[in-house]
């Protein structure tokens, strides 16, 4: 049986449990009367000499002691009780000390208070710290001299219990100290008070006295509080496991990615004609509120997107063409970039109002087909001149690099479709909107270049019988002049390839 009980005690103590009933407020909040509030408490103490304050704060007893017992009802950790409480004090050894056998008996209303962890986090789960004050009625009883001059002439005289006069109101302040062992069934604490009483009974007046008091307080359906306490228990371990995982998890992210990140080329031969991207979100505990994936041209201007709500998709498909239905241009790379606004939980939770992924994906050489098996157009944009020239003296070292890459490629793309005549016209952009522009700037410009571009063709192995060049100039935009952020579209090359009849 001691083993039981023992091991009963230990499980309750290792429940993580904070007090008898309390909110961890300072006010109680409106509640049904619950039997299971219901305590009875006893105990007893060491009272300190009586001392009466208009005879100059003399001990007019020894030491005494006391015992109460009392019940009440425990409102949300406010105690309420009606308390019995005896005190009895012996023989005063000093010669000013008057009183013999002074007893009173208190029937007292108290409110005490409990603070324990739910209010204090920084106090232990097992203390509660318990102020208190309390009112009530007196009824004293003593043998006791009426001077010393009596004490000396052994000159004693008597208060009955319930003789008039002998009943006074009490006060009374204290300060516990209880021990939560985590059962409602077995709550001891130690508390000190101080006492005082105005008697006139014995013409002492004003009267006070300190205690030092410890006792146990039951409930006697503190099981009931028990297995509430352990289930809300288990839940709150349950709830912080919980956060402690979500809080171990890394911060939530959006990714996206492209398939081919090379050499898309869109251009109805079979070929990587179509871009995947793969979308995925991690981290976040719900559906995001809205989502936006959207392809950028070179430029960072808006070419694609794609919107939507609640759980994105895996992947979804591009086939390279603009919302207006404009194709991407070859040698160029695009940003595809994906946007996701969490749910206001996930906002809250992370603190993060907005998640964003990129990834790149660099075009091929397109053969865009303009007569099935007979005419196809290459467009670029990435073969760098010198300013105003059609040289490359002043170009970055990473530029030369490119243009070698990009007339590499496509020498390859017309070699593979064997004997045919290509066609390459120069473009430019008229800046000022005026034909005296376009024609004594641009058009030669352009003619220039296009030149140049054929001869470098030729450096590649193809035959220059057929190679032809001409120069447009401003002729044929692909953004409107009104339209400034699309204006490098129209500095472009177009290879027009056609096979020999």
């Not at 005896?86 to 108290?110: P, Q, S």
């Not at 809205?290 to 794609?306: A, H, M, R, T």
């Amino acid at each position: 049986m001691k083993k039981v009980i023992l091991f009963t005690l230990s499980a309750l103590m290792a429940v993580n449990v904070y007090s008898e009933p309390d909110n961890g407020k300072f006010l109680p909040e409106s509640e049904v009367i619950q039997p299971n509030h219901v305590f009875i408490e006893a105990g007893g103490g060491l009272n300190f000499p009586l001392e009466f304050f208009n005879q100059g704060v003399i001990p007019m007893t020894s030491y005494g002691s006391s015992f109460f017992a009392g019940a009440g009802y425990n409102w949300q950790g406010w105690l309420m009780s009606l308390t019995y409480t005896h005190d009895m004090w012996g023989e005063g050894k000093t010669e000013r000390a008057l009183m013999e056998n002074f007893k009173t008996n208190i029937v007292e209303f108290r409110l005490r208070k409990i603070i324990s962890k739910k209010a204090w986090s920084w106090m232990p789960g097992w203390l509660e710290i318990i102020p208190g004050a309390g009112a009530g009625v007196n009824f004293i009883t003593t043998d006791y001299y009426r001077s010393e001059q009596a004490k000396r002439d052994g000159n004693m005289s008597s208060v009955k219990l319930g003789q008039s006069g002998a009943n006074c109101f009490f006060y009374r302040v204290s300060l516990e100290n209880a021990i939560y062992l985590g059962t409602d069934m077995f709550i001891p604490f130690i508390g000190v008070d101080y006492n005082a009483f105005y008697d006139t009974s014995i013409g002492g007046g004003f009267a006070g006295y300190a205690r030092l008091y410890g006792g146990i307080r039951m409930y006697p359906l503190g099981v009931v509080n028990d297995v509430q306490r352990m289930v809300q228990n288990r839940q709150e371990k349950k709830r912080l496991a919980y956060e402690e995982m979500i809080a171990s998890w890394p911060d939530p992210f959006a990714l996206i990615t492209v398939e081919p990140e090379k050499d898309f080329t869109p251009d109805g031969d079979g070929i990587a004609d179509v871009a995947k991207l793969n979308l995925q979100t991690d981290y976040l505990e719900y559906a995001p509120e809205s989502w936006k994936v959207e392809i950028l041209d070179p430029q960072n201007n808006g070419f694609k997107s794609w919107t939507g709500t609640g759980r994105l998709p895996e992947k979804l498909t591009w086939d390279g063409k603009s919302d207006a239905g404009e194709l991407v241009f070859s040698r160029n790379t695009y940003t595809a970039r994906l946007t996701v606004i969490p749910s206001e939980k996930d906002r809250e939770r992370t603190g993060q109002e907005v998640l964003v992924s990129t990834d790149v994906i660099t075009t091929g050489i397109l053969m865009e087909e303009i007569i099935p098996n007979k005419k196809w157009k290459i467009i670029v944009n990435t073969i760098y001149f010198d300013a105003d020239k059609a040289t490359f003296n002043k170009i970055s070292e990473e530029q030369r690099k490119e243009n070698v890459e990009t007339l590499d490629s496509i020498a390859r793309q017309i070699k593979e479709h064997g004997n045919v005549l290509v066609t390459v016209e120069g473009y430019a952009n008229n800046v000022s909107n005026t034909e005296r522009e376009n024609v004594n700037e641009l058009i030669p410009l352009s003619k220039l270049r296009a030149e140049t571009i054929v001869g470098l063709l030729v450096e590649r192995g193809l035959d220059r019988s057929n190679l032809t060049f001409d120069g447009k100039g401003g002729a044929n935009p692909i953004a409107k002049w009104e339209d400034r952020k699309n204006w490098w579209k129209n500095r472009r090359v177009e290879f027009i390839v056609t096979k020999k009849e």
